[in-house]
Every structure is written in C-alpha cells, then in structure tokens.
C-alpha cells in the first residue's frame, strides 16, 4: 500500500515554463509534507517543505500548493531552467518521524 | 562538517553473501534511517532509529537487519544477499524536531549476480 501516490513519472518542459507535480495521500494524520530534488549520483536534498495549517508555500521559483480536503499537494516550479532538470520526490511524515515517498519524477528542461 | 557519509560507494555481491553497508554522521542527529531506491518506485523504508539502541522496521525490512550502538553510525546488514537485493540504497539522518528535513547520503549501489 503506498502511503503517497506521485504523478507523472516523467515530464519535459520548456525552457522558462512552469513545471507541476502532483502528489496524493491517504493518511490524515501526516503533518509535513516536504519535496527533495535528486541529481545523478547524489542523495536527495530538502527542496522546500509545507505544514497543512497553510495552503500555499512559496521560495524563489519553487511553490508548493496544498489542499487538505482533497488531500494532495503539488510543486510548482516557475520559469524552469536547465539546471533544474533532476528527479523529484514528495514526502510525507507524521510527528517527523518516518518518512513516506513518492515515486518520484523525473523532470528534464530543455534548453 | 561531512553530513552524511556511506561507504562503499559500489559494491558486486554474489548470491548468498553477506555485507554491511556502512553509514556515519557527525550532525548529533538523534534519527537515522536506511531507504533503497528502486527505479520507478521512489524510496522505501527499511529500518529506523529514533536513538542509540532503539531500531524499528519500516515499510520493506526483510532481508536486512540493522544495530545502532553509538548516536553517529547505523550499519545496516544483508545476511543472505539475494537479487532481488539489487538496488541503491541511502542512509540518512534528522535530528527528529519540527520542521527538521532528512539529510541523506550520496548512496550505496549495490549488484547481486
């Protein structure tokens, strides 16, 4: 049974266009909602991370959107750059105790 | 400051032998956890630790086992190594209090053949 469902898989964008991923879950009782970024060859890092007492979350180009009564919550990432191209991975946890993945979305920004 | 650091880098097993992918961290962090990530299927739990002598399963635990002796490492040891084993496997670690991220190391690949 997985706990967060991510979408889509993969996904290419533009040059200075909006990217979105998507996740989904299932347990009310999770409380932090982070997403990591992934280079080839390295571990994830912490991207930008959300609490569900807001609705929105906002870093530079990063934002992400949630929906507590839908349960979902999605990335944004504004005027994508080449450099952004990684893969992507929602989490959720409760108490910040253990971790639960995405699948995980591989993003390439073409130049 | 080195973070999160797991060794080997790569590792070649044969079917049916044991290793122990090593992890240490010098941040203090309370928390450690092993995940494998398998293409497509994002990263999966297999054990934790919330502190020195306390260990728990997590989503996929079978086949592994774990001790965390001392707060900085948290080795984590395949018995019986299987291919079903074949993965990337990260350790990382959080000082467990609100608002705190993983952080993770660069990774262990290992091969079963």
């Known amino acids: 049974q997985q706990q967060v469902k991510q979408s889509p898989q993969s996904l290419i964008v533009q040059k200075g266009g909006i990217s979105i991923i998507n996740c989904a879950y299932e347990?009310?009782?999770?409380?932090?909602f982070p997403w990591y970024q992934q280079f080839p060859g390295k571990g994830p890092a912490l991207l930008i991370a959300i609490r569900p007492d807001v609705s929105e979350k906002k870093e530079g180009r990063f934002t992400i959107s949630f929906n507590k009564s839908a349960k979902q919550f999605s990335l944004h990432i504004m005027d994508s750059q080449p450099g952004d191209s990684a893969t992507y991975f929602c989490?959720?946890?409760?108490?910040?105790?253990?971790?639960?993945f995405g699948s995980g979305t591989k993003l390439n920004v073409k130049p | 400051n080195a973070g999160v650091t797991q060794t080997p880098k790569f590792r070649i097993l044969k079917i049916g032998q044991s290793m122990t992918l090593q992890c240490a961290q010098d941040?203090?962090?309370?928390?450690m956890y092993w995940y494998r990530q398998d293409p497509g299927m994002g990263l999966k739990l297999i054990y934790y630790s919330v502190g020195a002598g306390i260990t728990d399963k997590g989503e996929v635990p079978n086949g592994y086992n774990v001790s965390r002796s001392t707060t900085e490492d948290f080795p984590l040891r395949l018995e019986l190594a299987a291919p079903s084993q074949t993965s990337v496997y990260f350790c990382?670690?959080?000082?467990?209090?609100?608002?705190?991220?993983?952080?993770f190391g660069n990774g262990t690949r290992l091969t079963v053949t």
């Open positions: 347990n009310t009782a999770f409380d932090y």
């Open positions: 989490a959720a946890s409760k108490a910040f105790n253990k971790f639960y």
């Open positions: 990382a670690s959080s000082p467990g209090t609100a608002n705190s991220p993983l952080h």
């Open positions: 941040m203090n962090h309370n928390y």
